[in-house]
């Protein structure tokens, strides 16, 4: 049974784990994607790696070219990812 802490306003359940912002747009389309999935913020994204929001702001900064953030889409001027990508961006950092 996932562990569900609390983080600010984002509920984390562990392992599997997609933050709930009631603020967030919802991701409709894409191949692979469910159709009701919402895409996370870059608070969510913190929440997520446990990580400050500061951090994700750099690395949103340096951009998905350097590694540090998965594929990234600006929705009216906010940064959202999509979970499915963060997933797969997540695994890809595997060592080992």
Do not use: C
């Not at 994700?56 to 009216?76: D, E, F, L, S, T």
């Amino acid at each position: 049974m996932p562990v569900l802490k609390i983080f600010s306003v984002y509920p984390v359940l562990l392992p599997d784990f997609v933050p709930i912002d009631p603020h967030m747009e919802s991701n409709r389309t894409g191949a692979g994607v469910e159709a009701d999935e919402p895409m996370i913020s870059i608070a969510g994204l913190a929440a997520w790696l446990g990580v400050s929001d500061h951090a994700v702001k750099k690395w949103v900064q340096a951009g998905p070219a350097a590694g540090r953030v998965p594929r990234m889409y600006r929705i009216n001027g906010q940064v959202r990812f999509r979970p499915a990508e963060v997933r797969v961006w997540i695994e890809s950092k595997a060592i080992g």
